[in-house]
């Protein structure tokens, strides 16, 4: 099975104010008032009026993300966190081996990150991903990780987050879906 997320994530008026005249944005709601904005290579041309890059090397420090962060890309995140902290996530699994990366804007600067994994050898709170939602403010919850608890897992790449969002999906549709088979599993 494969996961493959490029993704913002912020608080959801936060984004929809900042994407509101875009052609090429599509936000996915998440739980806790935030959401997800796909990143796509239009996307990024739109922001940026020029083609995004991509890394081949492997995800290290020095190359954390596959999508290659431009000045005018980090600089439209930068300006977004003016309004409130905003975290671009990356990850790629294919067979259980992969990455995760993630960093944060606050203030029109970045002020955590970016951060890369692949050996997931530590705790789960340490990972990217995570701590970046953390540094967003995302609360614990019930789920096992903030990954989890915002419902970034709900999805298994950018065609899937795109159409979670121009279908006007959120976390709580997915959650009654698996109730209800639950239910008709138990013969409820």
């Keep these: 099975m494969s ?27 998440l739980r806790q008032d935030f959401a ?3 990143v796509t290579p239009q996307l990024v041309e739109e922001l940026t009026a020029a083609l995004p890059d991509f890394s081949v090397a492997e995800r290290s420090p020095d190359e954390p993300f596959r999508l290659i962060l431009s000045p005018s890309l980090a600089g439209t995140f930068a300006r977004w966190s003016r309004s409130g902290p905003v975290a671009y996530v990356e ?15 606050l203030g029109g600067r970045l002020t955590w990150g970016p951060q890369v994994e692949s050996a997931f050898d530590r705790p789960r709170e340490g990972w990217p991903i995570n701590a970046a939602l953390v540094e967003l403010g995302v609360e ?22 795109l159409a979670h969002g121009r279908r006007r999906l ?19």
């Design 91 to 105: 990850a790629e699994f294919v067979g259980g081996l992969g990455y995760q990366s993630a960093a944060v804007w």
């Design 140 to 161: 614990p919850g019930p789920w096992i990780d903030a990954f989890a608890e915002l419902g970034l897992h709900l999805e298994r790449d950018t065609a899937g987050w």
């Design 36 to 38: 997800l904005l796909p």
């Design 170 to 188: 959120s976390p709580d549709y997915w959650d009654e879906l698996a109730e209800e088979w639950e239910e008709q599993q138990s013969g409820g």
């Design 3 to 29: 996961y493959q997320l490029s993704a913002v994530v912020a608080d959801a008026e936060l984004l929809r104010e900042h994407t509101a005249e875009l052609d090429h944005a599509v936000l996915g709601a």
